[in-house]
């Protein structure tokens, strides 16, 4: 149990596109999705936090406008790299966690979607 | 703000031989400290968590005693196997049950047999 699916598992796209990267908690109900961004031989670097039904929560220096996260259900959220650019591109990871009683709910995470901007 | 910081790799090891990863962090207050797994193709997976000071994670024969005095929580294994290849990810998540984990840069482990 517990599987976080990712979609696409790879991209490759022209800069000044959009795109778009699902991910998808697959028999679980996640009140809260991650998304990381990871660069080569870097850490994981938590992007945003969203909660169903309400606006992400971005972390310091990421811009909202150019990572747009939609968490319209509790199996779905959606991370939305408008016009992006060769520097946008990396390793994008999510996690999700459903709510419980215990202190630290543990987070599940998505295998990935690297983004490569030609 | 809070940081972990892991042991650069790669980290090539025979079967059966001994394995340390070290890990140490800093943080404010109490952290929950954890080591993740990433298989090649998959997900990261919880392999260990401590949540208090003096507190053994174990999993699998990998053990991680979190340590205040040192700041640390090193994972051992006493004899890896080909199955244990992959990359090891050191992180802690703030105090008060904050979700938000802080995460090392991972430890790339390759076993040969």
């Known amino acids: 149990g517990a599987v976080v699916s990712q979609h696409p598992s790879r991209v490759i796209c022209k800069s000044g596109t959009s795109v778009k990267i699902e991910c998808r908690s697959l028999?679980?109900?996640?009140?809260?999705m991650f998304w990381y961004r990871q660069f080569p031989k870097q850490s994981l670097m938590l992007m945003a936090t969203?909660?169903?039904?309400?606006?992400?929560?971005?972390e310091q220096g990421v811009e909202k406008d150019k990572f747009l996260i939609n968490h319209a259900s509790l199996t779905l959220s959606t991370l939305t790299v408008t016009s992006a650019h060769p520097e946008d591109s990396s390793f994008y990871i999510c996690?999700?966690?459903?709510?419980?009683?215990?202190?630290?709910?543990?987070?599940?995470f998505g295998p990935g979607t690297r983004l490569t901007v030609l | 703000g809070d940081s972990v910081t892991q042991m650069e790799g790669p980290v090539t090891l025979s079967e059966e031989a001994f394995l340390t990863i070290n890990c140490t962090y800093t943080?404010?207050?109490?952290?929950?400290l954890f080591w993740y797994v990433q298989y090649p193709g998959e997900g990261l997976q919880l392999l260990l968590k401590?949540?208090?000071?003096?507190d053994k994670g174990s999993n699998k024969g990998f053990e991680a005693t979190y340590r205040k005095e040192t700041t640390s929580f090193h994972l051992e294994k006493g004899s890896v196997q080909v199955s244990d290849s992959a990359v090891y990810f050191c992180?802690?998540?703030?105090?008060?049950?904050?979700?938000?984990?802080?995460f090392g840069k991972g430890t790339k482990l390759t076993v040969n047999p």
């Open positions: 996690s999700a966690t459903t709510s419980g009683a215990e202190a630290y709910n543990e987070q599940f």
């Open positions: 028999d679980f109900q996640a009140t809260t």
């Open positions: 969203s909660n169903e039904g309400s606006k992400a929560t971005y």
């Open positions: 943080a404010t207050g109490y952290p929950s």
């Open positions: 401590a949540t208090k000071a003096d």
């Open positions: 992180a802690l998540s703030g105090q008060g049950g904050s979700e938000k984990l802080v």
